[in-house]
């Protein structure tokens, strides 16, 4: 059973822009943080940006200032907007939430692809 549906990735020229979503199906109770990693091939998986239940963020030094991480606590809902997108962003995005008993959780992933 699928409980984190991604949507959003695709092919983008350098310095275009993406939103990624995710959706939490309801069968994932209590929900406090979520946010997204990414996996480029031959390199290990990086959280990207996260936000705690409580509404704190934090993002990878390499994409502060270009991407931002909203959340829909109603919708059970993360999202990332990515501006200025640079070739090293290409990777396969992976949305991620814990539960509050520290219980986490994947969704598939979406390929994004930053090139001309």
């Known amino acids: 059973q699928v409980q984190l549906v991604e949507s959003g990735g695709g092919l983008v020229q350098p310095g275009g822009s993406l939103r990624l979503s995710c959706v939490a199906s309801r069968t994932i109770f209590s929900i406090n943080a979520m946010g997204w990693y990414r996996q480029a091939p031959g390199k290990e998986r990086e959280l990207v940006a996260g936000?705690?239940?409580?509404?704190?963020?934090n993002y990878a030094d390499s994409v502060k200032g270009r991407f931002t991480i909203s959340r829909d606590s109603a919708k059970n809902a993360v999202n990332l907007q990515m501006n200025s997108l640079k070739p090293e962003d290409t990777a396969v995005y992976y949305c991620y939430a814990y539960n509050i008993l520290g219980t986490r959780f994947w969704g598939q992933g979406t390929q994004v692809t930053v090139s001309s």
């Open positions: 936000t705690t239940g409580g509404g704190i963020t």
